[in-house]
């Protein structure tokens, strides 16, 4: 790192997309799309030497680290020797940086990310009114953006598409996070009640955005 961005390791898009094209020949009754999760987007500069997002069906921004010196680390490790609420603050004033980065990004996933790991046996149980003014001034820059919020079922949090929609929200998207195959759809229609009750609607396809 010499510039303060993190330059991402050439994916290699050609193997990836022949590699779809294979899935949608196999199972042609579903509809596959392309894209990527592109972590910490406001700190990747340019990609296009990386991958042509333009060539890709959805990208999605996502924030894992925040910087400690000259490196970052994840909140996670930070838990370990910062305050909590500390280290919360720092994430969702990141999150407002990352909303208004320039680089391609359609949705915004898992607001909630620093949330997951809570260090509940030392913090308590976490309170999310406590960070509700940080958690809406996130909200209303990805708004003002443009972009959608992803909505996860793995670990739904009810305030999310209520505040999102309070701030100008206009679309989420819906993600299981699953990391294994028995997990994708876990909790799907929670998700989706979830959403309707803040007022989303789904589009036409069933991979449009839902909107409000």
């Known amino acids: 790192m010499h510039d303060g961005r993190l330059r991402p390791p050439p994916l290699e ?7 779809v094209d294979r899935c949608r020949a196999a199972y042609p009754q579903l509809r596959v799309l392309t894209g990527v999760e592109l ?11 990386t991958v042509d997002l333009r060539t890709l ?3 999605v921004g996502s924030l894992h680290t925040l910087p400690v010196g000259e490196e970052r680390a994840e909140p996670r490790g930070l838990y370990e020797d910062h305050d909590p609420a500390d280290v919360v603050h720092a994430y969702l004033e990141e999150m407002v940086v990352m909303a208004g ?35 809406r001034q996130a909200m209303r820059a990805i708004a003002r953006s443009g972009r959608a919020l992803e909505m996860s079922a793995a670990l739904l949090q009810p305030w999310m598409p209520r505040w999102w929609a309070e701030e100008g929200g206009r679309a989420v998207s819906f993600a299981s996070d699953a990391h294994v195959p028995d997990a994708l759809g876990v909790r799907s229609g929670e998700a989706v009640a979830m959403v309707e009750a803040a ?9 449009d955005l839902w909107r409000r």
């Open 13 to 19: 898009i050609d193997g990836y997309l022949a590699a």
């Open 39 to 49: 972590g910490q987007p406001h700190l990747v500069g340019d990609v296009a030497g």
């Open 57 to 59: 069906d959805r990208v």
């Open 101 to 135: 980065s320039g680089t391609r990004f359609d949705v915004v996933a898992h607001l909630d990310y620093a949330v997951r790991s809570w260090p509940t046996a030392r913090a308590g149980a976490f309170d999310v009114t406590r960070f509700e003014d940080g958690f």
């Open 199 to 207: 007022g989303f609607r789904p589009g036409a396809r069933p991979e």
